[in-house]
T-cell receptor
C-alpha cells in the first residue's frame, strides 16, 4: 500500500532557530501534500496544502513566512519552521494524496508518522 | 467554527461489547467521510470510509453509518477488543481532493477487560 515517510520523528531545538521536516511518498507520486498540526488532545488542524512546483496555499491564521513549505518534487515536501518559539511546539503531520480510483476506500490520503517538535 | 464535531472526548466500553463513536458535521458540501485510529505521537491510520451517497459501509468488525439528513455518522466496532483502545478521529472531505481533510477532535476509546 501507499507509504509516506516523515522525518524526523522528534526534534528539540532552541528558540530562534529553524527546523526542517521532510515528508516523502515512497511508492507513489503525490499530486498534493498537506501539512497538519495537532496540539495535545486537540484535532488535527490543516495548516497548508502544497502542489508540486507551485506555491503552497495556507489556511487562515497560519503565517506563511513562519511555516515555509517547499514541494520540490512529486515525492517530497518540506516544512520549515523558521525562528521557532516555544508556542510552535506541537505535533506536525504530513499527508500525501495519490491519484484515486473509484475503489480506493481511503480516498488517496496517506499520513506520515508525525514529528514532535519541542522548542526550548 | 468546527465543521466536524466529536462531542464525546472519551468512551469506555467493556471488552466484547459494541463501541459506538459518533460524529456530526455542519458542511453539507462534504461528500465523503473517513475514520482514523491514532496513537499518541503517531500518524493516523485509516480504518473505514463512506461516501455521501451511501448510508452504510461495513468492513469486518467496523461499520460506519451515515445519516445525511441529520448530518451525523457513527462508527460501530463489534466486538470490541483491547487492541481497539486508541483515539478515533472522524474526518470529512469534498471535491476532487484539492483540499485537505477536516477532522473532529477525536474520541478516546478505552476497552475495559
Amino acid at each position: 500500500g501507499a507509504v509516506v515517510s516523515q522525518h524526523p520523528s522528534r526534534v528539540i531545538c532552541k528558540s530562534g532557530t529553524s527546523v526542517k521536516i521532510e515528508c516523502r511518498s515512497l511508492d507513489f507520486q503525490a499530486t498534493t501534500m498537506f501539512w497538519y498540526r495537532q496540539f495535545p488532545k486537540q484535532s488535527l488542524m490543516l495548516m497548508a496544502t502544497s502542489n508540486e512546483g507551485s506555491k503552497a496555499t495556507y489556511e487562515q491564521g497560519v503565517e506563511k513566512d513562519k511555516f515555509l513549505i517547499n514541494h520540490a518534487s512529486l515525492t517530497l515536501s518540506t516544512l520549515t519552521v523558521t525562528s521557532a518559539h516555544p508556542e510552535d511546539s506541537s505535533f506536525y503531520i504530513c499527508s500525501a494524496r495519490d491519484r484515486v480510483t473509484p475503489t480506493d476506500l481511503y480516498y488517496g490520503y496517506t499520513f506520515g508518522s508525525g514529528t514532535r517538535l519541542t522548542v526550548v | 467554527d468546527q465543521q466536524v464535531k466529536q462531542n464525546s472526548p472519551s468512551l469506555s466500553v467493556q471488552e466484547g461489547r459494541i463501541s459506538i463513536l459518533n460524529c456530526d458535521y455542519t458542511n453539507s458540501m462534504f461528500d465523503y467521510f473517513l475514520w482514523y485510529k491514532k496513537y499518541p505521537a503517531e500518524g493516523p491510520t485509516f480504518l473505514i470510509s463512506i461516501s455521501s451517497i451511501k448510508d452504510k459501509n461495513e468492513d469486518g468488525r467496523f461499520t460506519v453509518f451515515l445519516n445525511k439528513s441529520a448530518k451525523h455518522l457513527s462508527l460501530h466496532i463489534v466486538p470490541s477488543q483491547p487492541g481497539d483502545s486508541a483515539v478515533y478521529f472522524c474526518a470529512a472531505g469534498w471535491g476532487g481532493g484539492a483540499d485537505g481533510l477536516t477532522f473532529g477532535k477525536g474520541t478516546h476509546l478505552i476497552i475495559q477487560p
